[in-house]
């Protein structure tokens, strides 16, 4: 049976809410902090525009609200959907460390490193502190000069978000209501 996504309630039919520009699915008691969202499968199949039912559904499926039928009777089967940080590598914890002892082991100063960069050596000694993150193209360098790897894997929080679990965090969850 569906879950509110607000509250967490199983609700045999729930409704797609906008609240506060995100669309949730949503039971009676927690809909009207939003506005419904008007489902588009009737008005898309009649459309004399549509050349075919299907390809108006996958049209309104790639709007973001990922088929609010299909979906919600799955209950935890859903898939968090792919964006850009997915394919970004993690910088890792330790990555001052890592520059600095790489730099000490080959005996470059500070200095040296920079210029072997084409960087400013105020950037390499912020970085060794650990005050600033290293952009792409700096990490790809110091990995390159250094041969160092800056990166962790992602393994584990990748099989956090694609396992199954039957718990489910919600927004009431999270949120506190003041009343």
């Keep these: 049976m569906p879950q509110c996504e607000m509250c967490g309630k199983e609700q045999a039919a729930l409704t797609t809410t906008k609240v506060e520009g995100a669309e949730l699915e949503l039971c009676d008691d927690c809909k009207e902090f939003g506005t419904e969202v008007r489902t588009e499968s009737s008005s898309s199949s009649s459309s004399k525009y549509s050349t075919s039912s299907s390809s108006g559904k996958a049209k309104s499926g790639s709007s973001g609200s990922s088929g609010s039928g299909s979906s919600s009777s799955g209950g935890g089967s859903r898939r ?95 949120v506190k209501r003041k009343d």
């Design 80 to 174: 968090r959907r792919r964006d850009m940080f997915d394919d970004m590598d993690e910088v890792a914890a330790d990555y001052d460390d890592r520059i600095r002892q790489a730099r000490e082991s080959r005996g470059l100063s500070q200095e040296d490193l920079a210029k072997e960069l084409n960087e400013k050596a105020s950037l390499i000694r912020k970085l060794e502190r650990g005050d600033i993150l290293p952009s792409d193209d700096v990490r790809t360098k110091l990995e390159r000069e250094l041969d160092i790897s800056l990166v962790e894997g992602v393994d584990d929080e990748e099989e956090e978000w694609s396992s199954g679990s039957s718990t489910t965090t919600t927004l009431g969850d999270v």
